[in-house]
């Protein structure tokens, strides 16, 4: 006998060996109907699994989120039974559950289009409606490999000898249609449901492999509801317009080009946002950070104590001078190795260790604004997202152990202020644990991870659940735990930004000590903070989460006077000049163009204000304005105008309560 506990912690007792069909038909039939899978020990299996042992067993529907995956995985399946039946000869390769989705790999002479989506989707609907129940059997590797032999199937044949010989080989049936695969599996087609649709196609190498054949991978999504379905279509459809490239295209802010892979060619527009975004976070900063310079470039030595040439050196550039690539054995020519910093912590340890610091010194919080490079794959990159070349909101704090609980709290007071800035208030925190490898004793790593709950008990406390958090076992760096925060923007997306990182591993490699009150030398805590994190990702959130529609006061141009006639250009000027002196970044465009025109260039440039300037307004003294997004238009009085928008540009951080 088994015994199952059920998750309102009831305990049964089963003969071993007993389905979790079973099990619900035994409890209700309208309960095994409902159900499309089953969790022991929270494992997800297939309904019809055999039950050897004692384990907390829950039964899943559709609608629980843990069957979202299941209904992906099984939709991959039909889209591959669809394929196959409408162009026989089609050879099948995998189909993983993808974030958001699914895709499945063909391989077949003529790839396939977009085109053969309707085709594909009304078969897809064919099948699921027939409603054959997915079967699992298990096959010796020569039994698999001979099956698939005899259909065609080259592909699943070098799938079965990858399997490690540990492993059972899984074939799942659904009407007489199979595949090789782990699974698990929902009960039937039926359960997908009608919520999918296929997304896009693409060329894709067998198993990225260049010198393997070319496949068509085929893209789709589906969700236990059209709602939900619906929902991320048009979350998809708002992201492309939002897109932070096309905009700043449209903008005029950045551009990127094969002779510098991965770094930004900023325009002037757009490095005017970045500078306002940097002075933005330096007043945030001034009051309880120091901020400090390190080099560029250090001695492979360096990154050899710190341990990032171990741990990190595949994503870091080594650089020699010229002179010592072309004359090696020139005894007169520095033949060292130095690598472009991918972070600023190894530099911040020297400026800390510069000079002898007291207990009475701590917390020391140092922070750099510095410019560091890791190697992407080229295929990785994009856009401002992901780059080679970026700068940190760094930041570094040394304090004492009886320091760091009110450190973090002071950071996440700092990080959420930001945010808050910025528009972003729906967040979570999560806290990553120790990692199998690591670094430190489980002593230190115990004393951290207690403070560093406590901590995330307090802010979701303080917030009075407003802010959502979460544990990650055994996600923390190699050297510390850490707090990771993660940003939900206009439509819904997610996006992790700010960490707060313990590390034990530093201020150990590198010597680094302060004199306790006792006289003794003691190793601080070190404490890495990134609110932005990267400041050009960070532009790019904020490109697509507004739309371009920033607040005025981070608009890289606030205001455009456009002038209606060429009698209006002398009061055009003028009307620049008193712009500048409120504060406002304005010009004017005096182009011999209709004014609707000039409207409609400045619109799609996503400028926030337009002043409408003619013959009438330069002899009252008025400005028409327009506002981006709409088609009214006030008049108003210059200086009226003026300390209006001068007012409304005001960063979020300097106006008054």
Known sequence: MISLTFPDGAKRPFEAGVTGLDIAKGISPSLAKRTVAMALDGVVSDLSDPITKDARIEFLNREDPRALELIRHDAAHVLAEAVQTLWPGTQVTIGPVIENGFYYDFYRNEPFTPEDFAAIEKKMREIIARDAAFTKSLKTREEAKEFFRQRGENFKVELVDAIPGDEDIKFYDQGGW???????????????????????????????????????????????????????????????????????????????????????????????????????????????????????????????????????????????????????????????????????????????????????????????????????????????????????????????????EAECLKINELMLGVYKDFGFTELVVKLSTRPEKRVGSDESWDRAEDIMRRVLVRIAEESGGKIKTAINEGEGAFYGPKFEYTLRDAIGRDWQCGTTQVDFNLPERFGAYYIDKDGEKRQPVMVHRAICGSMERFLGILIESYAGHFPLWLAPEQVIVATITQDADDYAHQVVEKAFAAGLRARADLRNEKIGYKVREHSLAKVPVIFAVGKREAEEGTVAIRRLGSQAQTVMKLDAALAMLADEATPPDLRTA
């Open 178 to 404: 199979t595949d090789l695969c782990r699974g698990p599996h929902m009960t039937s087609t039926g359960k997908i449901g009608n919520a999918f649709k296929l997304m896009k196609v693409a060329g894709a190498y067998w198993r990225g492999d260049a010198k393997n054949p070319m496949l068509t991978r085929i893209y789709g999504t589906a969700f236990a509801n059209q709602a939900d379905l619906d929902a991320y279509l048009h979350q998809i459809e708002e992201a492309e317009k939002r897109d932070h490239r096309k905009l700043g295209r449209e903008m005029d802010l950045f551009h990127f080009q094969e002779e510098g892979p991965g770094v930004v060619f900023w325009h002037p527009k757009g490095w005017r946002m970045f500078q306002q975004l940097v002075a933005y976070m330096r007043r945030r900063l001034a009051r309880d950070y120091e901020e400090v310079n390190a080099p560029q470039i250090l001695d492979k030595s360096l990154w050899e104590t710190s341990g990032h040439w171990g741990w990190y050196a595949d994503n870091m550039f080594a650089v020699k001078s010229a002179a010592a690539i072309m004359r090696p054995n020139d005894p007169d020519v520095d033949q060292r190795f130095f690598a472009l910093k991918p972070m600023n912590c190894p530099g911040h340890v020297q400026i800390f260790k510069h000079g002898l610091k007291s207990y009475r010194d701590l917390p020391i919080r140092l922070a750099e604004f510095g410019a560091v490079h890791r190697y992407e794959p080229s295929g990785a990159l994009h856009g401002l997202m992901r780059v080679r070349g970026f700068t940190q909101d760094d930041a570094h704090i040394f304090c004492t152990d009886e320091q760091l």
